[in-house]
């Protein structure tokens, strides 16, 4: 016979098995004694027709949730089985929960839409332009889908001058919220250097397109700082993500046709605009052709002509006087140097020197009086043909 466990040992075994074969669940049912404790965590059963199951939301993911539970909602609810060992009972430890049914996800959105219109998220004032001439455009999307190859083609036909940067990210299921939350941040980089993002998908039903109407998804949008535009689904849908976006498209090829000109119409109006402008210049070239043949043909515009001769032939007198005048004073000048030049020439002992006269220097000074030298001064003669040195006696 094998040896008894105890109640702890028998909870720890079942809670072991319980919690390794239910480690991830996807469960739905109607909410009932749903509990918001004073600590942000939730407490409800989660029945149907036979049968209940007690739940438990820590308050760190109940702050990730689009609404708020009430009892009599039909939810899913993910998470896993535990076992509470100490009153041996086991619960359902919640990581999310979703409206289960067109109902349902429609209160949420309807509640989600009013606390964000409350917040001003929605607010026109808040809306950033499109330019109107973009060269760069962040497309956040799924590669495989339709939504990305209508945009494409609208584009190519259109505007073919732009460059299309594709972002690719989850449309729907798990952790496509977070997807494209990351998405719109890389776009906003200096690494796209975006001019405006485009956030498409195609068509579905409000489960399909439920991750546009995340609260997480609304915010990431709002806070762009580059301009938004949101084109998820058909015409007839609307998210939330639609009203926070700078500009709603109804279809991903609207989207395309309400960002981008159409190229055949921009060469229409510049060919319009460069024929306006030519009849225009042609037009004020005449004006003033015009306007200077009557001056032309006016006197008191022939009278200022006049004058200026009269001035140019007054200019002419003074130039000659002043030529005249010029020429004796040069004449004279040149006298004054001829006869300072004869000075000069006069003056030089060189010349001097050849009518017998001599120079006497003791150490390279000039002797001009006797009583300067004294006996045995050893002096130098200089005369115009050469040096010669001597002894005082």
């Known amino acids: 016979m094998n040896s008894p466990l105890s109640v702890s040992e028998l909870s720890r075994d079942i809670k072991n098995t319980i919690e390794r074969n239910f480690s991830y669940i996807f469960v739905k049912g109607e909410i009932s004694n749903f509990k918001n404790h004073s600590s942000g965590h939730f407490y409800f059963s989660l029945k149907d027709s036979k049968s209940q199951i007690s739940a438990v939301m820590w308050n760190s993911r109940v702050k990730d949730l689009i609404f708020t539970p009430e009892d009599g909602m039909n939810v899913l609810i993910k998470g896993r089985i535990t076992l509470y060992e100490t009153r041996g009972s086991y619960q359902i430890d919640v990581f999310e929960i979703l409206p289960s049914g067109v109902g ?164 229409l109006r510049l060919n319009v605009s460069e024929n306006n402008l030519k009849r225009h210049i042609y037009y004020r070239i005449n004006k003033l052709k015009n306007e200077l043949n009557s001056i032309e043909r006016n006197y008191y515009f022939k009278r200022p002509a006049d004058l200026i001769n009269e001035f140019r032939m007054n200019i002419d007198s003074i130039e000659r006087d002043i030529k005249s005048v010029t020429e004796r004073k040069i004449r004279n000048v040149k006298n004054n140097i001829d006869t300072s030049r004869k000075l000069l020439n006069s003056l030089n002992p060189e010349n001097v020197l050849k009518r017998g006269f001599a120079i006497i220097k003791r150490e390279d000074k000039i002797i001009t009086q006797s009583r300067q030298l004294k006996t045995k001064d050893e002096i130098q003669i200089k005369f115009s043909d050469g040096q010669s040195d001597a002894i005082i006696k």
């Open 104 to 267: 349902e996800l429609q209160i949420a959105f309807e509640k989600l839409k009013n606390k964000l219109y409350e917040e001003g998220l929605f607010d026109d004032r808040y809306k950033k332009p499109l330019p109107l001439y973009p060269e760069r455009i962040a497309l956040i999307t799924s590669e495989t889908g339709a939504a990305f190859h209508d945009f494409i083609k609208v584009t190519e036909n259109r505007y073919p001058l732009v460059k299309i940067l594709l972002i690719p990210a989850l449309m729907q299921g798990a952790n496509s919220a977070v997807s494209i939350c990351n998405a719109i941040i890389k776009a906003n980089s200096s690494e796209y250097r975006s001019d405006i993002i485009v956030i498409t998908r195609g068509g579905g039903a409000i489960e399909d397109l439920w991750t546009f109407n995340e609260e997480k998804v609304a915010r990431a949008i709002f806070n762009s700082k580059i301009p938004v535009v949101s084109a998820i689904g058909h015409e007839v849908d609307f998210t939330i993500s639609d009203f926070t976006a700078d500009k709603r498209a109804p279809t991903p090829s609207a989207a395309a046709e309400m960002i981008f000109p159409d190229a055949y119409d921009l060469k």
